[in-house]
DNA sequence: CCAAAAGTGTTCTGACTACACCCATGC
DNA sequence: GCATGGGTGTAGTCAGAACACTTTTGG
């Protein structure tokens, strides 16, 4: 009996909150969607294990990555627990690398079907913990590139909580609240008036408050 | 390599924010301070391992217990990782099984040695999510009787968050958000007027607001 | 000149803080 | 009658919610 862990890495794409999924090649679940995963290595720390599953399907290494949750097994042989991680990446490096046999895959949050290894239980756990540390945490630095514009910000929150949201009072919140600050470019894009450009003031985790 | 499982049990006794500890018989760490823990048994679920030993040394089973974080295995040749849960009793229902031979006893959280284990690192991470969840959700209904005076609640706020609350404020908050309902009871106690009783209006667990 | 998105301020409400005095009881 | 703890209300502040119009740009 061994432990087994996963990783539900995120990421918003297309004004979607979506996750990297890779098409099972082995049994059991052949052919079937899963989170990208596998058994923890004699000498290996969990985050460790998490760190390198990340890697194997992007590339990254230095992105947010906190442990979520240990599940019971179900329905592996292999694993007696499952230790799920989870990761937010920028979408701009949301880059797969998809020469692997395993084709990692980017889906829609919402518009998942039944997956492997009942991961479901995993996703839902996620998403639910990235709500809330969305609303108490400066976390959402890790889905945005190092400058953004206020609106795609906002696109990001409101693509998570599902929500629409207050333009002045998002603005008003995020910087009056000293999470991000204005630099001094601005950014033309198309037919519209040119949009100033913020960055987080800090970029390591902390809670707000 | 197998899995542990270890439970902080936590009560608050003589205003004192309290933990189950054992004096290990055997080896390793012999002789020293420890969490209540053990190996997952084949078959068993992580809750079901958790709830064995808080019964094992508690006799009880029908408390709040909820899983805490997953470490890897500090010290320990046997284990490969360690999943931490963490238990809530009403001081009430704090007796010990003393017949065990390896001594269960409550320890005041402040007052702690080094522990087996490198166990700081489960009880550092408890007591955080302990003050965090009192904030937030009604975790505290575990932590009192069924009945209970305002004063003896507000004691338990202040014995975890270790800071002094205004006596009408903490009225307010608990009574008027509806976390408490009094009772018509009252209660007399020594030399002074008699207290209202109080209930929790949800003995399952939720979060505020 | 039109469409599209950027940008901006005020008002209201509800929660939290700080703070001081009277009351019932047992000794 | 006094010591002990129970019980109560008000005023101020601050964060969050609701809400509409003007500006810049490209086509």
Redesign the interface.
């Known amino acids: ?3 087994a862990v996963v990783v539900a890495i995120f990421t918003v794409l297309d004004q979607r909150l979506s996750v990297l999924l890779i098409e099972r090649a082995a049994e059991p679940y052949g052919g079937e969607w899963a989170l990208p995963g596998g058994l ?1 290595q ?1 000498g290996e ?2 985050e460790g294990a998490a760190g390198r599953k990340l890697k194997d399907e992007t590339g990254l290494s230095d992105v947010f990555l906190e ?1 979520l ?4 097994a179900a329905g592996d042989g292999n694993a ?2 499952v ?1 799920a991680y989870f990761a937010l990446l920028p979408a701009a490096q949301a880059r797969l690398r998809r020469e692997l046999e395993w084709r990692p895959a980017w889906r829609a949050l919402r518009e998942l079907g039944r997956l492997a290894f009942a991961n479901e239980r995993v996703l839902d756990y996620a998403q639910e913990r990235l709500r809330s540390k969305l609303d108490y945490t400066n976390v959402a630095y890790s889905l945005v590139p190092v400058r953004f514009t206020l609106r795609e910000l906002q696109g990001v929150y409101e693509a998570i909580l599902e929500e629409t949201i207050d333009k002045r009072n998002f603005r008003k919140r995020v910087v009056g609240l000293g999470i991000v600050r204005a630099t001094t470019e601005t950014r033309k894009e198309g037919a519209h008036r040119p949009a100033r450009l913020y960055e987080f003031t800090s970029r390591e985790p902390m809670v707000l408050f």
Chains 1, 2 share one sequence.
């Open positions: 009996m061994a432990t923890l004699p720390t969990l442990q949750y240990t599940f019971d007696e627990i230790v």
